[in-house]
């Protein structure tokens, strides 16, 4: 399960990358250079070394600010680091450029609560909900903020959507 995860996340980390940077329009030598070192930081997340995959990756996004999935990838580093401020800074960048992305959006949330950003996360979940009103794993995680917040009126809302 574990190898097919990976070679999944690769795969996709590879598309991803292709596809925004073929957009760039950057030589095929720097193009591969860079695919090149995003995938071997991709994998570096999955092998826990995760301060080594967010440089690398940090690296890349500054050379090409405009591909979402090097801030992606550098919040998933900064994540599995236990970075959770920069992750969320990482991820914010992932989603103003790309804010259709449902899974960026949803580790943004991630980051927001793993850094005791409790009214961030409301928030990030409500706006992901405005978007992706069918994405019931949002709604049980805004009704359990909801509850911890002692907002009945909210959970009991956020239940009839679900």
């Known amino acids: 399960m574990k190898l097919h995860r990976q070679l999944s996340l690769t795969i996709l980390a590879i598309l991803l990358v292709c596809s925004g940077l073929a957009a760039q329009t950057p030589s095929p030598s720097t193009r591969g250079a860079a695919t090149a070192v995003f995938i071997d930081a991709v ?6 070394k995760a301060a080594d995959a967010a440089s690398k990756l ?3 996004a500054s050379k090409y600010p405009d591909e979402d999935a090097y801030w992606y990838y550098a ?5 599995s680091g236990r970075q959770f401020k920069k992750a969320a800074q990482c991820l ?3 989603v103003a450029l790309d804010s ?9 949330a991630y980051a927001y609560t793993a850094a005791g950003e409790v009214d961030l996360t409301i928030s990030a979940y409500e706006d992901i ?4 009103p069918r994405k019931s794993d949002a709604w049980y995680a805004l009704v359990n903020l909801y509850l911890h917040q002692r907002n009945y009126d909210k959970v009991l809302s956020a239940l009839d959507q679900i």
């Open 92 to 94: 914010r960048q992932a």
């Open 75 to 79: 919040g998933l580093g900064y994540l």
């Open 58 to 60: 940090m690296s890349l």
């Open 100 to 108: 259709s992305n449902y899974w960026y959006r949803e580790r943004l």
């Open 129 to 132: 909900l405005k978007d992706f």
């Open 43 to 48: 994998q570096e997340i999955n092998d826990g």
